[in-house]
């Protein structure tokens, strides 16, 4: 785990959470020698970056193969799929906005797919080519004024979170952030 602390700053401010995982960390410095940004390397490859209080303003994430990357940058975490070729095959693709995880997975027939979970709470699925495969809504809140609606809706809940694979690779911890 990685924690960012600031010795010279007086009085001291609670260490700030980087993540778990962490291979590296390297620190960026403008050109009057002060902070200017953080960068995480995490053990999969995953880069996160950081301004210099510790607030997240990017994600790298690489499939495993390397031959895709997914940019997730900006005040509304847009994500875009690139190909990382030297003569890439596609121009980098939009995948959204407001993008928390990606994780890359490979599919029962050995495909690369992008799963992408939002800060809604709904999921998408893309291949290597970014072209949208599924799209999971986000989980309905059950209603209070009705125990028997309330129950179905929670229950129905469950089932489209199990169906969902992002949800499940959450749940294992096999995606970075």
Do not use: H
């Amino acid at each position: 785990m990685a924690y960012l602390y600031d010795t010279a700053y007086v009085p001291a401010f609670d260490p700030v959470y980087l993540g778990s995982g962490v291979n590296d960390v390297q620190f960026q410095l403008d050109d009057q020698g002060q902070l200017d940004g953080i960068v995480t390397v995490l053990d999969d490859g995953a880069l996160n970056m950081f301004d210099q209080n510790g607030k997240p303003t990017g994600q790298i994430v690489y499939s495993p193969d390397r031959t895709r990357r997914v940019d997730i940058s900006g005040d509304d975490r847009d994500a875009y799929l690139n190909d990382t070729a030297d003569s890439p095959a596609f121009d980098p693709v939009f995948l959204g906005a407001k993008v928390l995880a990606v994780q890359f997975q490979s599919d029962e027939l050995g495909r690369l797919v992008v799963l992408v979970l939002n800060e809604d709470g709904s999921t998408n699925s893309y291949n290597s080519y970014g072209t949208l495969i599924d799209s999971q809504p986000a989980p309905q809140a059950a209603s209070a004024t009705d125990d028997q609606a309330g129950a179905s809706a929670a229950s129905s809940v469950g089932q489209g979170l199990e169906k969902s694979a992002l949800f499940n690779a959450l749940k294992t911890g096999n995606i970075s952030w």
